[in-house]
């Protein structure tokens, strides 16, 4: 299903075929949470906007509309109109960050409803049962997601528990891939490995983990508020122990900067909410750097966000309209903004797998990874 087709250094060009298409790698799944992107973004319009893969979340929606109700109108594809892949969240990190009550036991977490407040519980054959519901292309495995700093000893339990999950997780997905309702019988498993900033244990439950024969591997809690060099120095500990021919997705990540940096230490899949988020509160990415376009500097600069970009917003509107749009509290502010943010990511990712195909990533990273980082000064 994956293959590398080149590789530069620990940065690798491949792509995974799916039932629902090719996903070419380096790539950076676009966050539409409960089905939708935030910001007025509907499927149709990622289409054009080089979106390859779109990421949906297990928990929310588990609560509303339930998984149940999206089965019965034939999967998540048919529900929000979407014909590419997708890739399920476990729900994991948002029991974990959003329940205020909750027990965690063998058996999974018992928690409080963050919209009404109702008892649930999740375990990894809930998780996958959900996931299965849905008939995403990829479904997360469910683990623990622990904040850091931590103990220790509670995150080498808490990986210990997580494996044992991961056992489970893989058997409930295999039995539900073969039944005969099964909206989709080619779902794939990516397990998760944990570990906080220890860099040992990290590898250890790594080792654990990749002796199951799943279709990805993740590197998940990180991003959480460590610095970027401890998250950088996990994944370098982390990355000669992913197979070399699965994908490898660090979630929750992250900034233009952290991407070339995270895809130069042999990461294929990231995900964040960042550009739409960003976008709705008026700060933008460009080749240029970050801009904050409520700046009074932009209130007669007739130029397209960024000059360098041909998205819809770029071609169709000026710095000086979109700024007014934010200060006058118009939505369209925020939808023309995600618009070009989502654009820009994608278009990132597009520019990487074009520096690997030609053997140039290095030269790109070197002109591209802190100029993203920086405030704009056009």
Not at 154 to 169: D, G, M, N, V
Not at 225 to 245: A, L, N, Q
Not at 256 to 281: L, Q
Not at 352 to 373: E, H, M, T, V
Request: charged share 25%; glycine share 8%; with cysteine.
């Amino acid at each position: 299903m994956f293959k590398v087709l080149s590789v530069e250094g620990s940065a690798r060009r491949g792509r995974l075929e799916t039932v629902h298409g090719v996903i070419q790698t380096p790539v950076f799944m676009n966050v539409g949470t409960a089905a939708a992107i935030k910001g007025g973004i509907s499927s149709v319009d990622l289409m054009g906007l080089k979106c390859q893969v779109e990421l949906c979340n297990t928990y929310h929606l588990h609560i509303r509309p339930t998984d149940e109700v999206i089965y019965r109108l034939g999967g998540l594809h048919r529900f929000m109109n979407w014909s590419r892949p997708i890739l399920t969240d476990s729900g994991g990190f948002q029991v974990f960050s959003l329940a205020k009550l909750r027990r965690i036991k063998e058996e999974g977490v018992y928690f409080n409803s963050h919209v009404d407040g109702r008892r649930i519980f999740m375990g990894p054959e809930q998780s996958m049962r959900i996931q299965s519901n849905l008939g995403s292309t990829i479904a997360m495995a469910f683990d623990e997601c622990v904040e850091n700093p931590a103990p220790r000893s509670y995150s080498r339990a808490s990986c210990e528990r997580t494996t044992r999950w991961l056992h489970r997780c893989a058997a409930e997905l295999k039995r539900l891939n073969s039944l005969e309702g099964t909206i989709n019988k080619n779902q794939l498993l990516f397990g998760i490995n944990q570990g906080c900033t220890y860099d040992d244990i990290r590898i250890e439950h790594m080792k654990r983990i990749t002796e199951l024969e799943l279709d990805g591997y993740a590197i998940g809690g990180l991003a959480v508020g460590e610095p970027t060099d401890v998250m950088y120095r996990i994944i370098e500990s982390v990355e000669p122990y992913m197979p070399k021919d699965k994908p490898r997705y660090l979630m929750g990540v992250g900034t233009p900067s952290n991407i070339i940096e995270a895809v130069y230490r042999g990461v294929d899949f990231f995900d964040c909410v960042m550009p739409s988020r960003n976008a709705r509160h008026a700060t933008i990415f460009t080749w240029n750097g970050i801009m904050h376009l409520t700046n009074a500097r932009y209130q007669l600069d007739e130029r397209p966000i960024d000059p360098e970009c041909d998205c819809p917003t770029c071609k169709s509107f000026s710095r000086a309209y979109i700024r007014h749009l934010f200060k006058a509290d118009e939505q369209l502010a925020g939808r023309l903004a995600v618009t070009h943010n989502l654009y820009f990511y994608n278009t990132l990712m597009e520019r990487i797998r074009d520096a690997l195909d030609s053997g140039s990533f290095g030269a790109f990273r070197n002109k591209y990874s802190q100029r993203l980082a920086d405030k704009c000064c056009d």
